[in-house]
């Protein structure tokens, strides 16, 4: 099982960035997918989640109406578009599946957002 994200880097505050997760060794679509991001010193805390590509979408009041998460079944990936980057949004952000029946879930190994002038 692998989760492999990518897509971070660094960034001036106001711009963006698109992160990618691709899944591959479980039927990823039967997953809940989740962003998380960890910054220095602080709690990992949830960005976003989808459960499937129509359907319900939550996300982090922080993040709301800048980040947008989808996904794409067919290519096993989920997708985790940012705008408006501010610094406060410097964080590795890591790649997250469970299977809400089984319980049976997956991190990725995260990509590093810096978002700096």
């Known amino acids: 099982v692998q989760l492999v994200e990518s897509g971070g880097g660094l960034v001036q505050p106001g711009g963006s960035l698109r992160l990618s997760c691709v899944a591959s060794?479980?039927?990823?679509?039967?997953?809940?997918m989740t962003w998380y991001r960890q910054a220095p010193g602080k709690e990992r805390e949830l960005v976003a989640g989808?459960?499937?590509?129509?359907?319900?979408?939550n996300y982090a009041d922080s993040v709301k109406g800048r980040f947008t998460i989808s996904r794409d079944n067919a290519k096993n990936t989920v997708y985790l578009q940012m705008n408006s980057l501010k610094p406060e949004d410097t964080a590795v952000y890591i790649c997250y599946a469970r299977n809400i029946v089984s319980g049976y879930d997956y991190w990725g190994q995260g990509t590093q957002v810096t978002v700096s002038s």
């Open positions: 060794g479980f039927t990823f679509s039967t997953y809940l």
């Open positions: 989808i459960i499937s590509p129509g359907g319900m979408r």
